[in-house]
């Protein structure tokens, strides 16, 4: 059974920072891209970042909106991904998951990832 937990969400000022982590079970962890989603109240949910997996040599994707603030990264070793996100803004505002791919290669695709975290909330005080 595969399970995935987000950690690390909360309320911030914009301009702060936050790192959340995703632990995943269950599942042979480094050779899998793993992904970052968020979804704000009646939008709907878009990509964030992936990290392939370690065939792809942990190559790294980011939506426009966060590149150059947030960044992704995994430890194989404790099977957990991590987003660092940095000089966060009031629309960075959202449930964030984390999600485990069908395969290595990073992707943008909510529908190549088959496992999903519960989500965690990430609020940005203006």
């Known amino acids: 059974q595969v399970q995935l937990v987000e950690t690390g969400g909360g309320l911030v000022q914009a301009g702060g920072s936050l790192r959340l982590s995703c632990a995943v079970s269950?599942?042979?962890?480094?050779?899998?891209?793993m992904g970052w989603f968020r979804q704000a109240p009646g939008k709907e949910r878009e990509f964030v970042s992936a990290?392939?997996?370690?065939?792809?040599?942990?190559?790294?994707n980011y939506a426009d909106s966060v590149k150059g603030r947030f960044t992704i990264s995994r430890d194989n070793a404790k099977n957990t991904v991590y987003l660092q996100m940095n000089s966060l803004k009031p629309e960075d505002t959202a449930i964030y998951y984390c999600a485990i791919g069908v395969g290595g290669h990073t992707t943008n695709r909510p529908d190549e990832y088959d496992y999903w975290g519960q989500g965690t909330q990430v609020t940005v005080a203006s």
């Open positions: 269950g599942r042979t962890f480094a050779v899998y891209a």
């Open positions: 990290i392939g997996g370690i065939w792809t040599g942990t190559a790294t």
